[in-house]
């Protein structure tokens, strides 16, 4: 399987450039020789091929798609396609409440379809959503994702980025939908305010209200769901 893969990959494909590397992995982007189209490889230690063997079977428009998932060698291979765009970390102005909730309704319906299969992201932040050049929003980068089991009590291992993930997220209590939706918050905040709600809370009209709901520290006091997000947003205009 690893000779095969990679002599398949050597023959067909040409490697472009690293996008990233650390500790967890790399991410690499090959073009297709014949075709002059794009693909991402996420090469990963130590990783479950739960999340995405589940994800390789959802196809929407807010979520990266996932093409293949390998076991090769000890190592998670993950083939999925290339997003062309920024982040929403690299938009250096704050943008207007319409503009927020464009980015908003499109977020949650991806979280909507992830949390229907039981897929917790646990990591949404400016960094790992990106905004393509026809302005449609994609969620990526699912290594620390899980699959929500109704037996589970706490969170074992501490994971998230600071700021984004919630106070459950850190061994207080078991992760699911509604620490999604805290990050959710976070991110119509530093949208709009440029900064942590924390330090500065977008209060005005509808948003202000969406905002201090999902950032609520009692994570059964937010939204129930991406799809309550959706239905509260769709009535503000």
Do not use: W
Request: proline residues 1%.
């Amino acid at each position: 399987m690893e000779n095969e893969f990679y002599n398949i990959l050597k023959k067909d494909y040409r490697l472009v450039k690293l996008l990233h590397k650390s500790d967890k992995g790399k991410c690499v982007l090959y073009r297709h020789r014949q075709l002059e189209k794009n693909i991402v490889i996420h090469i990963l230690n130590n990783a479950s091929t739960d999340v995405y063997s589940v994800l390789k079977r959802i196809r929407h428009r807010n979520i990266t798609e996932v093409f293949e998932v390998l076991e090769i060698n000890g190592q998670t291979v993950i083939i999925e396609e290339y997003i062309n765009g920024i982040t929403l970390a690299e938009i250096s102005e704050t943008m207007s409440p319409i503009g927020v909730k464009r980015i908003l309704l499109q977020l949650c319906d991806g979280l909507s379809a992830l949390h229907s299969v039981g897929i917790v992201y646990r990591d949404i932040t400016l960094n790992n959503i990106m905004l393509t050049n026809d302005g449609i929003v994609k969620i990526i980068d699912f290594d620390i994702a899980k699959l929500f089991k109704s037996s589970d009590t706490i969170d074992n291992n501490t994971m998230g980025t600071m700021g984004y993930a919630p106070f459950e997220q850190f061994g207080l209590n078991r992760t699911d939908e509604h620490s999604d939706i805290f990050a959710v918050g976070v991110i119509a905040n530093l949208l709009l305010t440029g900064k942590h709600p924390s330090v500065k809370i977008f209060t005005k009209g509808r948003l202000g209200k969406f905002i201090r709901i999902c950032t609520n520290i009692n994570q059964y006091e937010r939204f129930d769901s991406a799809d309550d997000i959706l239905n509260f947003l769709k009535q503000y205009i």
